[in-house]
C-alpha cells in the first residue's frame, strides 16, 4: 500500500516517524514522506520519498518578532494567531497535494490536516505521537498537568482539554472543508472519532517500561515501545572529541535541543558554574540557541550536534530539556538524568524520570541556577543505585522492536 506520513516539529518530531517509514518500506509499503522542507535532505537519505511541505512554521520560531510576542505574554496571542494561520493553510495545501493516490496515513496532530485529510478520502489514518495525549485515562492526568494529583475522575476529565489544541485554527480547516465539499465543523469537535463513531487507532511511539499502559485505555490505543533511527554506525566522530571524552572519567552531557533561551550566553556561563561545582567534565551541544560561549573552560567541550545513540553511552549522565526524543535516548543509554523543562511535554518527562528513579527531580529552566543544578548532577553521578535503576531500564528499552510493533500494528489494521 502507498502510505502518506505526516509530521511537523523539531527534529526530534521527525527522526522516529523516519524510523517507522523505513520499517513499513522493509516490508513492502511504498511511503511518501512529508515534514518541513528543512528535513527533505534527512528524509531522502534515508531512502523515503519526499512530499514537499512549507517550513514557514520553523522559521517562525526562530523569527526575532515572534519571539517578542511569545516573551510578552498572552495579551499578544492573538498577534501570533495572525502570524500562524496563513502557514497552517499553506500546510493543508501542502499536506493535501502529498496525499493523492494514498492509501493510508499515519500522521503527527501537530500537522492539523490529517485526521481531515483521511476522512476526505476515506481511507485509514493513524494518529501518533511519543506523548500519551489523546487517550482518556483514570491513571494520571493529561501530560500538561503532570504535577496535579486530583483522582482517577479528575485525570480522565482532564482530557477534554485536548480539544482546545486546534480550535484557534477551526476557522482554517473550516475552509479548507468548504473547498472540498466537506460540512463545517464545531471549534471543539472530537477529532479522535470517526465519522462512524469507531475511534482513530492511536500509536504511541515511547516504551511501556517508562509509561506503563492503564488498564482503561481502549484496544485501539498502542503503546509499542520508542522508534529509534540509529545513526551511529555511520557517524564518524573528531578526534579532539574522542580525546576529551578518553581523557577522564565520562562527562556530563548537556544539551537543550531546539529549545531557545532568551540570553543563551548567560545560560551556558550557569551550566559552565554548576560543572564545575559539581566537579565533573561536561559535553554541551549548543542547539538552536539556547548554550552560546565565546570562552570554554578547560573542563568542557562544545559541539553542534552528535548522534546521540553514539554519545550518550559515553556519558556518566544526561542534563537536557526533556523532548521526547532525548529522554527516550538517555534511557535507552541506560545512564540518569537531569530535566530542565522549558515547556509543554518536558515538565512530563521530567516528573516521569524522577518518579522511576532514574533521575534527578526536574529543575524548571525559570529556576535554573548554578546551584540548584550543580545539586542535581552530583546526585545522580554519585548514585549507584539510581545508576543500577537507569541501567535495568536501559537494557529493557535495547530489547524491545517499536518499530516493528508499530508496523505490525499498522498492517493488522489496514488487513481488516
Known amino acids: 500500500m502507498r502510505i502518506l506520513i505526516m509530521t511537523m516539529g523539531s527534529r526530534g518530531d521527525v527522526q522516529p516517524f523516519i524510523a517507522l517509514g523505513k520499517g513499513l518500506q522493509a516490508v513492502g509499503h511504498d511511503i511518501v514522506f512529508t515534514t518541513a522542507s528543512t528535513y527533505q535532505s534527512f528524509v531522502e537519505e534515508h531512502g523515503l520519498k519526499y512530499a514537499p511541505m512549507t517550513d514557514e512554521l520553523l522559521r517562525l520560531t526562530e523569527d526575532k518578532k515572534a519571539k517578542a510576542v511569545v516573551e510578552s505574554g498572552g495579551k499578544n496571542s492573538l498577534k501570533l494567531l495572525g502570524m500562524v494561520k496563513p502557514i497552517i493553510r499553506q500546510m493543508f495545501s501542502d499536506a493535501w497535494a502529498a496525499a493523492q493516490g494514498v492509501d493510508a496515513l499515519v500522521y503527527h496532530p501537530k500537522t492539523l490536516a490529517g485526521y481531515y485529510i483521511a476522512e476526505k478520502l476515506n481511507i485509514p489514518a493513524f494518529l501518533s505521537l511519543p506523548l500519551p495525549l489523546y487517550s482518556p485515562t483514570r491513571a494520571f492526568p493529561i501530560p500538561i498537568f503532570s504535577q496535579v494529583k486530583l483522582g482517577g475522575g479528575f485525570n480522565r476529565m482532564t482530557y477534554a482539554m485536548t480539544r482546545l489544541v486546534s480550535a484557534p485554527y477551526m476557522g482554517v480547516v473550516n475552509e479548507w472543508r468548504e473547498s ?137 549522565a544526561v542534563v537536557h530539556h526533556g523532548g521526547a526524543g532525548t529522554t527516550a535516548a538517555g534511557l535507552r543509554a541506560g545512564i540518569p538524568g537531569v530535566i530542565v523543562p522549558f515547556l509543554g511535554d518536558q515538565p512530563f518527562w521530567g516528573a516521569r524520570l524522577h518518579e522511576l528513579g532514574v533521575g534527578a527531580a526536574p529543575i524548571p529552566q525559570k529556576k535554573l541556577t548554578s546551584e540548584a543544578l550543580a545539586s542535581a548532577i552530583r546526585s545522580v553521578v554519585t548514585d549507584s543505585a539510581m545508576r543500577q535503576r537507569a541501567e535495568a531500564i536501559g537494557a529493557a528499552i535495547r530489547t524491545e522492536d517499536g518499530v516493528g510493533n508499530a508496523v505490525a500494528v499498522i498492517n493488522r489494521y489496514l488487513q481488516q
Open 180 to 316: 472540498q465539499g466537506m460540512t463545517r465543523r464545531g471549534s471543539f469537535a472530537n477529532d479522535t472519532i470517526r465519522r462512524d463513531g469507531t475511534p482513530v487507532p492511536v500509536l504511541y511511539s515511547y516504551s511501556p517500561h517508562v509509561v506503563p499502559v492503564p488498564n482503561d485505555w481502549g484496544a485501539h490505543v498502542h503503546a509499542t515501545g520508542y522508534w529509534f533511527l540509529d545513526t551511529a554506525s555511520s557517524y564518524q566522530p573528531l578526534a579532539d572529541l574522542l580525546r576529551f571524552i578518553e581523557a577522564g572519567d565520562p562527562p556530563v552531557y548537556v544539551g537543550f535541543g531546539s529549545m531557545v533561551s532568551v540570553d543563551p550566553a548567560a545560560k551556558a556561563r550557569i551550566v559552565f558554574d554548576a560543572l564545575n561545582k559539581a566537579g565533573v567534565r561536561g559535553v554541551l551541544a549548543s542547539g538552536w540557541g539556547a548554550l552560546r560561549a565565546d570562552s570554554i573552560p578547560e573542563n568542557v567541550y562544545m559541539l553542534d550536534a552528535v548522534p546521540h545513540e553514539w554519545l550518550f553511552p559515553r556519558m556518566s
